[in-house]
């Protein structure tokens, strides 16, 4: 008798654990800016086809009944951002013997350095050496201004893949790091914006030529999401679109011309950028 309440138990168990996996896979939505011909359109990632959204992402939208096959489309920035900010020194991993601080310390991203997936990443003339830096991107769903860590990710639409490109001789010589962090094409970014996964909770790595260059968990990071989106709302108001870099772990290597990059997030997906 108690072995056989023992497998109904069990039973039970299972099938709640199956359950309730099946309805977190069925809240994930993979989100993509795309575009077919001279026309560009959101749309949400069902498979192998990416069905159409009419209306704004970040605003009123409804799905139509226009589909097409996702490798037949051109993939673009998932979001046009007001702004890109990024976190400096949120991983221990990076930053070896020095402290963490005590609140995310930000600085800007140019939105014009910003590449789609598969576009070319350029070394610009000057620069020594340019390197890779793996980072989970946040995108902002509603505009925040001093939202609450508590509430700040109902601020959030989602998380995609970024790489912070950063020409270190510039980075370490200029007072600013408007170039070093922000020159056209530092700003690879994509492909798709998901939500309905738990952000803290992802591996981040970084490939070059097949090579992996950096990995580590995001549950490492020093100020996870809600935090970074509750102190950059204090300060600056975060509109719908907006993209935060949220810092990248361990040690990053130099990139030369012929390089293929690849960014992957766990559940998100992979970001392929070629070097010339």
């Avoid at 990416?50 to 009123?60: A, I, K, S, Y």
């Amino acid at each position: 008798m108690r072995l056989h309440l023992a497998v109904v138990v069990a039973i039970v168990i299972s099938v709640f654990i199956q359950g309730f996996a099946v309805a977190a896979e069925k809240e994930m939505t993979r989100y993509v800016r795309f575009q077919v011909g001279d026309s560009v359109a959101y749309g949400i990632v069902e498979g192998k086809q990416v069905r159409q959204l009419d209306g704004d992402l970040f605003g009123t939208w409804k799905p139509t009944d226009r589909t097409y096959p996702l490798d037949q489309v051109k993939l673009l920035v998932p979001s046009q951002p007001s702004k890109v900010l990024a976190v400096a020194g949120n991983y221990k991993s990076h930053l070896g013997s020095e402290q963490p601080s005590s609140h995310p310390e930000l600085f800007l991203k140019a939105p014009s350095c910003l590449i789609a997936n598969g576009e070319s990443i350029v070394i610009p003339k000057g620069t020594k050496r340019v390197d890779h830096e793996a980072e989970l991107v946040i995108v902002i769903g509603k505009r925040a201004k001093n939202v609450s860590k508590k509430e700040a990710l109902n601020y959030v639409l989602g998380v995609t893949c970024g790489n912070d490109v950063s020409a270190r001789d510039w980075q370490k010589k200029d007072v600013q790091w408007w170039r070093a962090k922000a020159s056209d094409t530092f700003g690879p970014c994509g492909p798709f914006i998901v939500s309905g996964i738990d952000y803290g909770n992802l591996w981040l790595q970084a490939r070059v030529n097949g090579e992996v260059k950096q990995k580590d968990h995001t549950s490492h990071m020093e100020h996870g999401v809600a935090s970074v989106v509750s102190w950059a709302s204090r300060h600056m108001t975060l509109e719908p679109g907006d993209l935060i870099y949220t810092g990248t772990p361990g040690k990053t290597t130099p990139l030369k011309p012929g390089d293929v990059v690849e960014i992957e997030l766990e559940g998100v997906g992979v970001l392929r950028n070629k070097v010339k």
